[in-house]
């Protein structure tokens, strides 16, 4: 199974200010055929579901701020959010799609204020 | 709008069942690949099952596979996860999601709760 590493634990950040959380893949998630990155990242507030926010490593999902980003390819990955907003606030998390089953998730980055 | 709403969940002893639904509202629902995703609080979610629109081509991880089965009824837009032999470690919030081109999990379900314990 694709092991998802991602860093830092937990990280605070000011309001407005940028939040950058990484994601390793223990193997690449790019698939040479269609050169789409086969990863995901979602944001998880307390009592509530993970939310979809970008997937094929770059695309922003439906309603979401474009103060989120995603970027990289291959094994290395980052979430960005450009300026913190106090409903940020939440754990984080990437994804891998590319060997699944099982699909595998990192075990999360908590973003405080 | 989308919507996923689980439901079954609960106490049960080491060893019971249990029968997971999720019904679905505002999509075709039988356009969809759907997935169960669990999460012990505190921790990252761990995927448990996928099935395709047509409820063909189950598959599960492996720490459930022999123990649990997925279906889905799609003229009661409703999904479901058959628990068997239920572990300690099967605790966990339940949640199930709906497949974007298979296997992007793009709306997920508020979850259920299943607790393993005598």
């Known amino acids: 199974d694709i092991v998802m590493t991602q860093s830092p634990d937990s990280l605070a950040v000011s309001l407005g200010e940028r939040a950058t959380i990484n994601c390793k893949s223990s193997q690449s998630v790019l698939y040479s055929s269609n050169n789409k990155n086969y990863l995901a990242w979602y944001q998880q507030k307390p009592g509530q579901p993970p939310k979809l926010l970008i997937y094929w490593a770059s695309t922003r999902g439906s309603g979401v701020p474009d103060r989120f980003s995603g970027s990289g390819s291959g094994t290395d990955f980052t979430l960005t959010i450009s300026s913190l907003q106090a409903e940020d606030v939440a754990v984080y998390y990437c994804?891998?799609?590319?060997?699944?089953?099982?699909?595998?998730f990192g075990h999360g980055t908590q973003v405080e204020i | 709008e989308v919507q996923l709403e689980e439901s079954g969940g609960g106490l049960v002893q080491p060893g019971g069942s249990l029968r997971l639904s999720c019904a679905a509202s505002g999509f075709t629902f039988s356009d969809y690949w759907m997935h169960w995703v669990r999460q012990v609080p505190g921790k990252g979610p761990v995927w448990v099952s996928r099935i395709n629109g047509d409820g063909g081509s189950p598959s599960y991880a492996d720490s459930v596979k022999g123990r649990f089965t997925i279906s889905r009824d799609n003229a009661q837009n409703t999904l479901y996860l058959q628990m068997n032999n239920l572990r300690a470690e099967d605790t966990a919030v339940y949640y199930c999601a709906r497949a974007n081109e298979g296997v992007i999990t793009d709306y997920w379900g508020q979850g259920t709760l299943v607790i393993v314990s005598s």
């Open positions: 994804q891998q799609y590319y060997t699944a089953p099982p699909w595998t």
